[in-house]
Nanobody, 119 residues
Framework: QVQLVESGGGLVQPGGSLRLSCVAS????????MGWYRQAPGKQRELVAV???????NYGDSVAGRFTISRDSAKNTVYLQMDSLKPEDTAVYSC?????????????WGQGTQVTVSS
């Protein structure tokens, strides 16, 4: 079993910045990828950013150039630096991890953290 704990959400003004963190804990697992998804009210969940174990990153079109995903592999932690935030970035941001345990793939989700961009 893998647990994901997110932190760093909150209220920020347009143009501001926030940094989200997600820590994966458990035992006997190997991380293939960690990433962030978001869901705004009335909208489908969408990819924000993902980083793979080999260091490759991928971003959603709406955040590319403004958000940066990074990781600390030693701490099983992924970060999402969000700059130039817009009201349309308001959503619940959830951490996702794809891991390998005993040669089997599993996906896990965090509980989500609210990000609100408003003046």
């Amino acid at each position: 079993q893998v647990q994901l704990v997110e932190s760093g959400g909150g209220l920020v003004q347009p143009g501001g910045s926030l940094r989200l963190s997600c820590v994966a804990s458990g035992s006997g697992f190997s991380i293939n990828s960690m990433g962030w998804y978001r869901q705004a009210p009335g909208k489908q969940r969408e990819l924000v950013a993902v980083i793979y174990s080999i260091g490759v990153t991928n971003y959603g079109d709406s955040v590319a150039g403004r958000f940066t995903i990074s990781r600390d592999s030693a701490k099983n932690t992924v970060y999402l630096q969000m700059d130039s935030l817009k009201p349309e970035d308001t959503a619940v941001y959830s951490c996702n991890a794809r891991v390998i345990v005993n040669s089997r793939w599993y996906g896990y989700w965090g509980q989500g953290t609210q990000v609100t961009v408003s003046s």
